[in-house]
């Protein structure tokens, strides 16, 4: 079992930054697959970006094309923590962010069903 919680979102202009965090428990943090969606009222879930461990100290990481350049994911396996700093944020980037663990490393990392485990999520909202 596995239970994350996500915390740093809030209200921001547009063009600025926020940091998300989400931390991680139950199992062995630094080789689960930790991604971030979000979801606009009305929308679909949507892949935001993903890291996997390959090995050793290596992590892939992937990126929805709406956010390359501007969100950086990240991990910190001492904390069971893993980030989502974005920065030049967008009115569309506004919707609620959430945290997902996935068991099995081997599956599609961009996809939702790829994941088991979910946070509740936070909210972000960006003002024009």
């Known amino acids: 079992q596995v239970q994350l919680v996500e915390s740093g979102g809030g209200l921001v202009q547009a063009g600025g930054s926020l940091r998300l965090s989400c931390v991680a428990s139950?199992?062995?943090?630094?080789?689960?697959?930790m991604a971030w969606f979000r979801q606009a009222p009305g929308k679909e879930r949507e892949f935001v970006a993903a890291?996997?461990?390959?090995?050793?100290?290596?992590?892939?990481?992937y990126y929805t094309d709406s956010v390359k350049g501007r969100f950086t994911i990240s991990r910190d396996n001492a904390k069971n923590t893993v980030y989502l700093q974005m920065n030049s944020l967008k009115p569309e980037d506004s919707a609620v962010y959430l945290c997902?663990?996935?068991?099995?490393?081997?599956?599609?990392?961009?996809?939702?069903?790829?994941?088991?485990?979910w946070g509740q999520g936070t909210q972000v909202t960006v003002s024009s």
């Open positions: 890291t996997r461990w390959s090995g050793g100290s290596i992590y892939y990481t």
């Open positions: 139950g199992r062995t943090f630094s080789i689960v697959p």
């Open positions: 997902a663990a996935a068991i099995n490393p081997g599956r599609p990392p961009v996809e939702t069903s790829t994941y088991d485990y």
